[in-house]
């Protein structure tokens, strides 16, 4: 099993209520939107991190991080990028590439909105966590934590981290 974190759109933000959270799982997913390369190290120490860069990204970012992902834990096939789309409304090429790779999940970010739902014609499970960070058009900051248990996503939640707006923190210096 391991405990997973699905973040994105932090562009530049983590607050230490968020780094309390990312304390309690084995790995983090950022689906881009950076924002600043310093966020990354401000991460805990001691997780497995799988990062894609997002358009707002420098190229300093672009180089670290790629711009999909591929991967699989504990059994589960992901595919991850920032632009994504929606399940009848993918991003030009994103439809392709899922049916080429035939992923479990299919992860984005970009849209700000926390969406997750099984894509019947994909047969894969669309997941989108939302914004962690202050800019954008959200009204609520959100990431979702999971975990992966023989090739399955289990005991799926959405994590509510607060209005939008710098009023009660500022973003780390990191």
Known sequence: MRKIALISDSHGHVDSSILQILENVDEIWHAGDIGQPDIINSLPNGKILRVVSGNIDDNGVKMKYPETCEF????????????????????KGIKQWIKAQNPD??????????????????????MNPGAIGHQGFHQTRTMLLFEVVGGKIENLRVVELGKRGRALEKTKAL
């Not at 699989?72 to 991003?91: D, F, N």
């Not at 999940?105 to 669309?126: R, T």
């Open 72 to 91: 699989v834990v504990e059994g589960l096939k992901v595919l991850m990028t920032h632009i994504g789309g929606r399940p009848g409304r993918y991003a």
């Open 105 to 126: 999940s299919f992860i984005c970010g970009h849209s700000h909105i926390c969406k997750v739902m099984f894509d019947k014609e994909l047969g894969c499970l669309y």
